[in-house]
């Protein structure tokens, strides 16, 4: 478990759950109690926590292309690119990556002037929802850092395809059938879900106002604020047959 895989893992199981964490249920307790009421507080640090989380994830999905991308196409140097400072220090920038974006994006959202009512037509708070509520022109800056922060995105999403063809290359070469089944059912799962995960998100947030409804806009945020983070360990964890033995070992250990 202390392999970069496996640390890498680590990081990413706890951001889905802070994802999942700060969306989810306020979202739950707003349905059994039959209210869509959040304080200005609430809606802050939901916007804060959120924008951290979702952005240190994909920072941390690109980190995890480029290990297997090294893993299977430069093997012999994975020991020397990857060791264990090296993985600490590219963790710590997709947290810090996470954190910078989130304090500019809540400091720019909750400055500005909200006179359109104080109704988030989302399950959660949304920028793109809260900017529908700014009758202010500052809210051109917030549209400045998300265009700024899309390209971002889209930099991260151009790197993850071209290590994937790189690995996609080097395991077409693999003389086991097996293997490249192998290879290939690791890969194209994650591949989809980081493919769902930047089109939603990058639509929800750059979709031009007159093809938003109110039923597309809760089906983008779905697919980019809950569905990535549920089937994440899916992917990672129960496709994976060590850490299926581990658990599995650790059953028949307790009972």
């Not at 478990?1 to 707003?30: E, Q």
């Not at 359109?116 to 850092?145: M, T």
């Not at 106002?209 to 779905?222: G, K, N, T, Y």
Request: hydrophobic share 50%; proline share 5%; charged share 10%.
């Amino acid at each position: 478990l202390h392999t970069p895989m496996y640390f890498f893992l680590l990081n990413l199981s706890v951001l889905d759950l802070g994802c999942i964490s700060t969306t989810v249920p306020k979202s739950m307790a707003n349905s059994l109690w039959d209210t869509r009421a959040i304080s200005y507080t609430g809606c802050l640090t939901q916007v804060f926590f959120f924008s951290f989380l979702i952005v240190a994830e994909y920072s941390l999905l690109t980190v995890m292309a480029y290990d297997r991308y090294v893993a299977i196409c430069h093997p012999l140097h994975y020991g020397t690119l990857l060791g264990s400072r090296a993985c600490v220090h590219m963790a710590a920038a997709a947290w810090a990556s996470g954190f910078l974006y989130s304090v500019l994006h809540t400091a720019n959202t909750f400055s500005l002037p909200l006179c359109h009512g104080n109704a988030v037509d989302q399950f959660f708070c949304e920028i793109p929802q809260i900017l529908k509520l700014s009758c202010s022109d500052a809210y051109l800056r917030e549209i400045g850092l998300i265009v700024v922060g899309a390209y971002f995105f889209g930099g991260f999403f151009v790197f993850i395809v071209v290590s994937y063809v790189q690995i996609f290359r080097a395991v077409l070469k693999i003389p086991s059938e097996q293997g490249r089944h192998k290879a290939f059912s690791m890969c194209l799962p994650h591949l989809a879900v980081v493919s769902l995960f930047v089109s939603t998100g990058v639509f929800a947030y750059l979709k031009p106002p007159s093809i938003s409804s109110r039923f597309l806009d809760l089906v983008l945020a779905l697919l980019y604020s809950v569905f990535p983070p549920a089937v994440n360990p899916l992917i990672y964890s129960m496709r994976n047959q060590e850490l299926k033995d581990a658990v599995w070992k650790l059953k028949t250990g307790c009972f």
